[in-house]
């Protein structure tokens, strides 16, 4: 059964309409919060036929890599017609993992191949050798190319919890990077520029989670 629920926060910078897509996985609620905080309005929808009318998708993600894209499968055409139409689309954690091909996480749990979205050429992999997993908390971000996504966040820090990070095809989809260990992506884009994703939780991470999202609302914007 569909089902929607729109809040709005009455801003004088009030004017882009967000779809926070509710496939059964994501911190909803904590999105919502922080979009509307930026003058956002949101729509929490299970209802694809809701996309095109938007500014902007986020598709928000916790948990494992199956289990997401069999929830997100009745999503795909309709997110891959947003890209098309180059809608603004944000994936968020596990939603910025399954913007990818595919992903180590589903061979490792004996689960076999799981395709992901593929608009960002590439794959997830498991953080290898002794390191403890998942990896949790604050990380520094180093911007590495040129995004709106990434305006005014180098230097700064995020709340990360993963277990995989994404290996893009092309090197050119990686706006950020953090370290655990070795270097990571924190931050992808699509070459259109219209896809991108975040490992870290932007509603987690105080200042700089909040400058993501106004960023993100200022993309929808244009």
Known sequence: MSHQSTTAEATETAGADIVVVDYGLGNLRSVTRGLERVGATVTITDDPAVFEAADGIVLPGVGAFREGMDNAGPYRDALEAAVDR???????CLGMQMLLGSSEEAAHAGEGDVEGLNFIPGTNVRFSGDLKVPHMGWNNLTVTSDHPIADGIDGEYAYFVHSYYAVPDSEDAVVATSEYESTFPAIVANEAGNV????????KSGETGLQILQNFVTICME
């Open 196 to 203: 991108f994703g975040t490992q870290f939780h932007p509603e």
């Open 86 to 92: 180059g809608q603004p689309v944000f994936g968020i």
